[in-house]
Nanobody
Framework: EVQLVESGGGLVQAGGSLRLSCAAS????????IAWFRQRPGKDREGVAC????????LYTDPVKGRFTISSDSAKKTVYLQMTNLKPEDTAVYYC????????????????????WGQGTQVTVSS
């Protein structure tokens, strides 16, 4: 059974940094694609960043480019989202998601492409 557990959320001031972690289990880690999504208050869930664990390719959506970095540690079976220069509009519940085959390089980051999801972690950025 695929399990994803997010951690690292919290309250931070604008301009600050946080690192989110997504601990994965129940599947062959290096064969999957893992993404971070977020749901801001009153908004639909949206993609943030994605990494192919087999090839290392990454993708970032425009609101976070240059500020967020996605990375992975195969030994720990964990994917990270380093968030810097945080803004109040980054306030959201952040989710990690996984699936074995996601053509994100061709078609972008789409929620429907991911079959397994974590429970989410709250990030609040104060102004």
């Amino acid at each position: 059974e695929v399990q994803l557990v997010e951690s690292g959320g919290g309250l931070v001031q604008a301009g600050g940094s946080l690192r989110l972690s997504c601990a994965a289990s129940g599947f062959r880690f290096d064969d999957y694609t893992i993404a971070w999504f977020r749901q801001r208050p009153g908004k639909d869930r949206e993609g943030v960043a994605c990494i192919s664990l087999s090839g290392g390719a990454t993708l970032y959506t425009d609101p976070v480019k240059g500020r967020f970095t996605i990375s992975s540690d195969s030994a720990k079976k964990t994917v990270y989202l380093q968030m810097t220069n945080l803004k109040p509009e980054d306030t959201a519940v952040y989710y990690c998601a996984a699936d074995p085959i996601v053509p994100f390089l061709d078609f972008g980051l789409t929620e429907a492409d991911f079959g397994s999801w974590g429970q989410g972690t709250q990030v609040t950025v104060s102004s």
